[in-house]
């Protein structure tokens, strides 16, 4: 059973320079930051016999494309493109009568998806300072290639050199624009997505819980 992958993104940019040319109601923008993924790990003893797992990520950039329509005063369809990369350790260890086996290896994984938003805001359009929440789903895709492995004793299951999985994520975020001038903004935002967790799935004992991004 795979668990759910859950990262966090807190991005400032410069954001949404409105588009004249379709009545101002079509924006654009990049956002870039800092990701965190969630960790995970598992326990399981038998009698004389036990194994454990975990993984444990590094905090990694973040990018975020957009594009979107404000098609109320209080609200916005936006699509987005967001990129991230995430270095990860991961560790096994087995024990039993007939002696025990671990390893530790380093990874780099990235991330990507495509995620249309709602976003509903607090303020309508006309004002400086506009806070807003939002929602929305998109595929996520992950992949991950081993760069290092530190150790190894006996004959432990290693995860592959690469692996990669597409699933469907959901994300929410908070954030706030304020208007700059000349059709210019300043977004802050956090924003959390999550899916099915393809490294908890290469662990040995797999990992039970989400992946937050």
Do not use: C
């Not at 967001?82 to 560790?91: E, F, K, P």
């Not at 998109?138 to 991950?144: A, C, D, I, K």
């Not at 004793?153 to 959901?170: E, Y």
């Amino acid at each position: 059973m795979k668990g759910i992958l859950l990262s966090a993104v807190i991005s400032v940019a410069l954001v949404a320079s409105s588009l004249p040319v379709f009545g101002a109601d079509f924006y654009f923008g990049a956002l870039g930051g800092v990701a965190t993924l969630s960790g995970d790990g598992r326990f399981i003893l038998l009698g004389t016999s036990g194994q454990t797992s975990l993984y444990k990520p590094e905090n990694g950039a973040a990018l975020n494309l957009l594009g979107g329509w404000d098609f109320s005063q209080y609200a916005s369809l936006q699509a987005n493109y967001t990129w991230n990369s995430n270095d990860v350790t991961m560790v096994s260890t087995a024990f039993g009568p007939t002696g025990g086996s671990d390893y530790q290896q380093t990874r780099t994984s990235q991330q990507s998806s495509a995620i249309a938003d709602l976003l509903v805001y607090f303020r309508n359009r006309g004002s400086r300072v506009r806070p807003y929440l939002s929602g929305g789903t998109g595929p996520v895709w992950l992949s991950s290639s081993a760069r290092t492995l530190v150790t190894v004793t006996g004959s432990p299951p290693i995860p592959p050199q690469h692996f990669s999985d597409v699933n469907i994520g959901l994300r929410v975020a908070v954030g706030m624009d304020v208007r700059l001038g000349g059709g210019w903004w300043f977004r802050y935002s956090f924003s959390e997505t999550s899916s099915a967790n393809p490294i908890s799935a290469e662990l040995s004992p797999p990992g039970q819980r989400l992946l937050k991004n």
